[in-house]
């Protein structure tokens, strides 16, 4: 790194330590907030328009799709639109499947930022000039470079929001990044590999779903479906182990051929590779000489959310999903307190605090309560004849401990939003097609619905109103669905709630609005019987009235994902996913060209980031 840059971060580091203050997704709850007028702007239909809809009054704009140049002096290639760009390219520009992101300000005013995102998969069709009938060394990295995180510098002008290129902040971090393992499984004979036989360091990040914001500003990426890029030959498959199985890291069952270039990814030579994927990774978006680090304190799972609160005590609460049919929801307490603000004291103070904690997993009684099960070894059979020779194996094995000690099992728990104020905590539920299917679990309290094509939100409130508690009550905010479908068993909060399915994104603005955003498989949308549903939307809730009001259409094929409103209320980030996805001839042809061509095969469609604002400048939702 220059030092010039350097320099200028070190001088830049502490007053944007300061502003990250306001911006922390991370608070107690605070007693209120002005409400004032919710829900003021006109709804949008249900739609299959191939293009972004929102509300009269409201405008978007385009901000760093795939390929863009994310800003690093001296490395800015321009995106080639036949996907020329070489891997090398790649690992400098925008990846693709933009997901989970935050806006962490940079200034006091707020017009100036980093807006960080993860990039959660590839479409290798579009992401190489000939596809992938034929995998190479060059092809796989190129892949691996198009996931992970961005890290952007960008400002509000005249013209709207414009990224700043270059930027001494401009990051990416890719699926070879270097990166730290610590926490109680970092070095443990399971997370040990001959690339790294002191098993405390790892090449990369990939699969990049949700996220999280810690109370001293760091970005926390959770690595979601990581199993997809282990393989090996079909034989190996035969030896799997339970864990393996559970984890779906079975040879013969990968996405991508990986396993036959890079061979870290072939699980008949290296079993141990996977067990480094998986968890949640603490990024320094305002340092980018700083080394990501996998937590294990926090648990493997398909990983998709990590939300962070605070105790009444002061300890650190995270909330975390895991994302498969039947799977559970997680929290951890951290040990210590957290040392309040941003500052390079605090994130000092702070910089352990994900290592030494506890883990739990939720249990859904009937009647509406609830129970915090603590994952600790020497406990409730969590030992080794239940097959867990130490902490390590219970984290690396965080699903099987959950069956031990009686987790419920759920409708795959995607993101995790906590109220501003009153602390409440709202999960997605997206969906469980096998719920009551022979030999899988049936219908129960939390997750009522067999066949649960549409998916649902519940939330709770932890005893006390304390983040720390182990016990809470809980109840249905919604059941996603058509409630004019005979079956379909839906259930709003209110009449006036527009309909929606496949509840996916959530995030609590800091006025306590709840934005809701969903993703139908492409391969649905339109379809009976997710007709009336239209193509995947983003919906802003007020939970105090319980009314739902849809407030963005995507294009064909997306679904749209990351959600992050500034602190001022006044932009709102949305990420549109994957557009195009659903294939209308065979698996080649996208069936949309957003957002660069007026119709299916003008051109390859991008994932994108759109800023979202009201023509009057006024707040968002309102
Ligand atoms: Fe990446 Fe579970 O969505
Ligand atoms: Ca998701
Ligand atoms: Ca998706
Ligand atoms: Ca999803």
Redesign the pocket.
């Known amino acids: 790194m220059p030092l010039d840059r350097r320099r200028f971060l070190i001088q830049s580091g502490s007053a944007a330590a300061v502003v990250a203050l306001f911006d922390q997704g991370c608070a107690a709850p605070s007693p209120s907030a002005p409400h004032g007028d919710v829900l003021g702007f006109t709804g949008v239909p249900a739609s299959l328009h191939d293009g972004v809809v929102v509300p009269p009054g409201y405008e978007w704009q385009l901000l760093y799709p795939w390929g863009t140049p994310t800003g690093i002096a001296g490395q800015m290639p321009a995106f080639a639109p036949d996907a020329g760009n070489s891997a090398n390219d790649q690992a400098v520009q925008a990846g693709m499947h933009h997901d989970g992101m935050h806006f962490f300000a940079l200034d006091a005013n707020g017009d100036r930022g980093l807006l960080v995102m993860n990039h959660?998969y590839t479409d290798e069709q579009l992401l190489h000039t000939d596809g992938v009938k034929a995998w190479t060394a060059e092809k796989v990295r190129k892949s691996l470079h198009a996931m992970g995180v961005s890290v952007i510098e960008i400002r509000l002008g005249t013209q709207g929001w414009q990224q700043v290129q270059p930027s001494p902040f401009a990051r990416r971090v890719h699926g070879n990044t270097p990166m730290r393992i610590t926490g109680p499984a970092a070095g443990t004979p399971l997370m040990r590999t001959a690339a790294n036989p002191a098993g405390d360091a790892v090449f990369g990040t990939f699969a990049n779903c949700a996220m999280g914001v810690t109370p001293w500003g760091t970005y926390l990426t959770c690595e979601e479906n990581f199993h997809g890029y282990f393989g090996g030959p079909k034989e190996a498959a035969q030896d799997a182990t339970v864990a393996q199985r559970r984890y779906g890291t079975v040879a013969g069952s990968q996405w991508v051929e990986y396993w036959r270039h890079d061979e870290r990814f072939d699980l008949s030579r290296h079993p141990n590779e996977p067990h480094r994927f998986g968890w949640v990774v603490e990024i320094d978006p305002f340092d980018p000489t700083a080394t990501p680090i996998k937590r294990t304190a926090l648990g493997r799972k398909r990983q998709e959310s990590a939300t962070c609160t605070v105790a009444r005590d002061g300890r650190l609460v995270v909330y975390m999903g895991d994302d498969s049919r039947f799977e559970y929801i997680y929290k951890f307490i951290s040990r210590e307190k957290v040392r309040p603000g941003t500052d390079a004291a605090a994130r000092a103070a702070n910089r352990h605090l994900l290592d030494d904690g506890t883990l739990y997993v939720a249990r859904y009684d009937t009647g509406g309560r609830g129970r915090w099960l603590e994952l600790v070894h020497g406990r409730d059979g969590l030992n080794a004849a239940g097959g867990f020779a130490d902490q390590a194996e219970v984290l690396i094995h965080a699903r099987l401990a959950g069956d031990i000690v009686g987790g419920t099992k759920m409708d795959r728990p995607e993101w995790i939003a906590v109220h501003p104020q009153s602390g409440e905590v709202y999960v997605t539920l997206t969906n469980n097609s096998q719920r009551g299917d022979a030999g899988k679990p049936g219908p129960d309290a939390a997750n009522p619905r067999a066949n649960n094509l549409f998916g649902g939100i519940l939330r709770w409130r932890e005893d006390g109103s304390d983040a720390a508690s182990t016990s809470f009550a809980w109840d249905h905010f919604a059941l996603a669905g058509d409630p004019a479908q005979s079956g379909s068993g839906a259930r709003y909060p209110s009449n006036e709630a527009d309909m929606f399915g496949a509840p996916?994104g959530l995030h609590f603005d800091k006025g306590g609005l709840l934005w809701i955003q969903t993703?139908l498989?492409g391969q649905v949308l339109g379809k009976p019987p997710y007709t009336s549903l239209g193509n995947n939307q983003m919906l802003c809730a007020d939970p105090a009235s319980g009314r739902i009001k849809r407030f963005l259409t995507g294009p064909n094929g997306c679904?749209i994902?990351g959600c992050v409103v500034t602190p001022d209320r006044r932009t709102l980030f949305v990420n549109i996913?994957?557009p195009g996805e659903a294939r209308d001839d065979g698996d080649t042809k996208p069936n949309s060209a957003w957002p660069d061509g007026p119709a299916p095969g003008s051109a390859r469609p991008r994932s994108a980031t759109l800023a979202i604002r009201r023509r009057d400048g006024g707040i968002v939702g309102t």
């Open positions: 959660e996916d993703d498989s679904e994902t996913q994957h």
